[in-house]
């Protein structure tokens, strides 16, 4: 069992940045790959990024690449997502979710989800 904390979203002007951390808790945080998605007003819920285990290795949405960035410290059972040059279009609920099995980009594969966290960039 994982239980997943988001922290740092807020609100920005267009062109800044923001980073969002997860705190998990629960045992072999190392083990799991974690994900950050996210869901505007009106829309599904949108894959942004994941990260795999203990090689880290990511992969992102073309929308942020370039701009996002994923990263983990397992020592500290904690997720990142540093969000540069961010545009209206990016606001959302951001959340953080882990999976034990699949470096996947659907929702659905993951078992875990946070409560989320707001990003609103203003134009």
């Known amino acids: 069992q994982v239980q997943l904390v988001e922290f740092g979203g807020g609100l920005v002007q267009a062109g800044g940045s923001l980073r969002l951390s997860c705190a998990a808790s629960?045992?072999?945080?190392?083990?799991?790959?974690m994900g950050w998605f996210r869901q505007a007003p009106g829309k599904e819920r949108e894959f942004v990024a994941h990260?795999?285990?203990?090689?880290?290795?990511?992969d992102y949405v073309d929308s942020v690449k370039g701009r996002f960035t994923i990263s983990r410290d397992n020592a500290k059972s904690t997720l990142y997502l540093q969000m540069n040059n961010l545009k209206p279009e990016d606001t959302a609920v951001y959340y953080c979710?882990?999976?034990?099995?699949?470096?996947?980009?659907?929702?659905?594969?993951?078992?875990?989800w946070g409560q989320g966290t707001q990003v609103t960039v203003s134009s």
């Open positions: 979710a882990a999976n034990r099995l699949y470096a996947s980009n659907l929702y659905h594969d993951y078992d875990y």
């Open positions: 629960g045992k072999f945080f190392s083990r799991y790959v």
């Open positions: 990260i795999t285990g203990s090689d880290g290795v990511t």
